[in-house]
């Protein structure tokens, strides 16, 4: 038997140098290397799947590649212009809810709140004007004298109730609500020692009248003008919010017609087509809500400026004439009451304090009458004030001749020429404080229909704006899907 010979060495592997083929498979040559192209390394990034792209942009890619069709064109078109008219709409609807909002507070919360603020002042002025005429009248205070400066006093007290619901907590306005509650039970109760005492022939009782008169003047009149001051400031801020122009409603406006306008003029050239009914009627609906928003506006603004040049203004100057008639009646009344007692000095030269304070409000109520007249512009408004212009010359022609009376140590004959029965100053008081009534419910009547204009000049506005805002955007819509049916 025939064996292979052994061999420790192993066969050489196929495709070796030297070494015979496999029978049956034809040697396979490599692939052939330029021997001047150099083997390059794969980059480390081979194998690794690119990042995924943002929402956004894909988006704008898919925007990009939608305008480059005319059907891609005109949805981006549509969208725009729905998007310009419908924040058209909501910013018209936003800015004139904000200005009617403010123009109804003007009418019936911060105006409101003045006229109580400056009849707390004149309440309590006037209660203590009536509470030194009663006292010079001595044990014969008369009952009209005596209910005047008990209503006073309730209508202070109602004021005050009125003022502090409608004070922000924390705010100064309500402290000095709160120091007015203090201060007005004090002077009521220094008034009825003064009458107590008096009625018994004491002198002291002129004392606690002079410190009722002196916690009146320089405590809570000064707490009660605070009061009025701040509720002005609030009007005023009312009148602010209510009166500026609504330059971004307008704006917005403006830009969605022009808009519009190009998006018809881009269809016409490119289709012969005159009118595309779906943007035509977009149009008219912006232009209604433009027109609307600016001419109501104007109105409003008018209206608001018209009741504060001959409502408002005239209103505070009377009110500020007729305070200075009330502490004219007071400061005459207590000059009666100190005879002599209470002095200043002014430039070297002794004068009757209270005296002194009369002629100063005196000359406070003729600049504010004079005042008043020209701004008063109709006969309602003058003919008053004309009125209380003559009763003021009446009175300083009989205060003169009663000062005198006094001055010479008459006291009876001029307790009589001050509030006597007939021809005294406290008749021309009455007259001038009846004619300052009369033109402040005058001007009073006539800012209320003024404001009352302004505000309803822009009701509805805000709804209306709104609504023709939708109506242009449906209409942007389907004018411009109207033209891409034609694409279909």
Known sequence: MTHPP???????????????????????????????????????????????RTAFAEGVERLRAAATTEPGRLRIIGAVLAVLVVAFGAVTAWQTSERSAAADDVLHRSQPLSSGAAGIYRSLADANTAASSGFLAGGQENAASRQRYEKDIRTAAGGLVTAAANAEPGSASEATIARLNRLLPEYKGLIERARTYNRQGY????????????????????AAEDLYTTENRRLDADYADATPYPWAAIALGLLALAALGWAQHRMYRRTN????????????????????????????????????????RSLNVLHDARIASLKARGNENLSLVARGAETITVDGKPYDAYYYDFDKDMGVLGKGLTEAARLADD????????????????????????RDEDENGN??????????AKGATGECFDSVDRSLARAIDHEQAEFQQAAGDGRDAMAGLPAGAAVLAVLAAAGAVAGIGRRLSEYR
């Open 273 to 312: 087509r005159v009118l595309n009914h779906g943007l035509v009627a977009a149009t008219a609906a912006a232009t209604v809500a433009l027109l609307w928003l600016v001419v109501g506006h104007a109105v409003a603004r008018s209206g608001l400026d018209g009741s504060y040049a001959h409502g408002i």
């Open 411 to 420: 006291y009876q004959q001029a307790l009589d020429k001050v509030i006597g």
């Open 379 to 402: 006969q309602g408004g003058t003919a008053p004030v004309r009125a209380a212009e003559g009763s003021m010359a009446v009175w300083k022609q009989r205060h003169a001749a009663a």
């Open 203 to 222: 002198p002291v009782g002129g004392a606690y009248l002079r410190y009722a008169n002196e916690k009146m003047q320089k405590e809570m009149l000064p």
């Open 6 to 52: 052994k061999s420790s060495t192993a066969p050489p592997p196929a495709g070796a140098a030297g070494a015979a083929a496999a029978p049956g498979i034809p040697a396979q040559p490599g692939p052939p290397v330029h021997p001047a192209t150099p083997v390059l390394p794969a980059p480390s990034g081979a194998g690794v799947p690119p990042a995924r």
